[in-house]
């Protein structure tokens, strides 16, 4: 029984991780796209506190091969990654002298590619290939 408690946990946890959508300010949760010059792009996603910096890493990529395809390139290469973790503290719950004490973790990942793209199939990743392949993982239509 216990077991199934965990696995519930797991399952509502999940659920309530980013999705996969287009954010309506760059700074909000999703992805979000700009032209820098032609065939170069800078592509942002934003997690909130349940997801996990593989997701929002694998929902970046994802969104890079959408907009390599989506502009008529066939591959693509990562000229600058960045990672960010926005701190956030929690409420241990456990008393000391003179309050509780904190914790702070790591939370909301924000990932960011600078790509540059091709319209040939020469450059590291596959755009076709790779949004097969994490639309097919996380069950994205």
Do not use: W
């Amino acid at each position: 029984m216990k077991k199934i408690g965990i696995l519930c946990a797991l399952v509502l946890l999940a659920a309530c991780a980013t999705s996969y959508k287009q954010a309506k300010k760059e700074h909000a949760n999703g992805y979000f796209d700009t032209k820098l010059q032609e065939g170069m792009y800078e592509v942002l996603f934003n997690g909130n506190e349940n997801t996990s910096a593989r997701r929002a890493n694998d929902f970046a990529l994802l969104r890079a091969a959408e907009v390599c395809l989506e502009n008529g390139y066939q591959s693509f290469v990562i000229e600058r990654k960045t990672e960010d973790f926005t701190e956030k503290e929690v409420d241990t719950g456990v008393k000391i002298f003179g309050g509780t004490l904190t914790n702070l973790e790591n939370s909301e990942p924000k990932i960011t590619l600078v790509i540059r793209c091709s319209k040939k199939l020469d450059l590291t990743y596959k755009a076709q290939e790779l949004k097969d392949n994490l639309r097919t993982r996380y069950k994205i239509k």
